[in-house]
């Protein structure tokens, strides 16, 4: 019993470096954080006014609109149906 827990006490002081540099290779590996969009997605959404009751021509209003009234101009792009 005592050679098994010399054995083991070896062995884990024996393997620590070892794994503490595969930890470090495996965070320097590790890509960066992705960074944050400077905006969040800029649109307008049709749901709370219109629901189910869409059409093209409803759309293209809408998407005419927000060019006309300058949204797009300020960041808008997208018009979500």
């Known amino acids: 019993m005592n ?3 010399r054995a083991l006490m070896f ?3 024996a ?11 495996a965070q ?3 890509p960066s954080q992705v960074q944050l969009a400077a905006t969040p997605p800029m649109g307008w959404n049709s749901w709370n006014k219109f629901a189910c009751n869409v ?5 293209r209003e809408t998407a005419d609109a927000i ?3 300058g949204m797009k101009a300020a960041g808008y792009q997208h018009v979500n149906v």
């Open 3 to 5: 050679n098994l827990r």
């Open 11 to 13: 062995a884990s002081v």
């Open 15 to 25: 393997l620590t470096p070892f794994a503490a540099n595969q930890v470090a290779k």
């Open 28 to 30: 320097a590996d590790a």
């Open 55 to 59: 059409s093209e021509q409803l759309i």
């Open 67 to 69: 060019v006309s009234s």
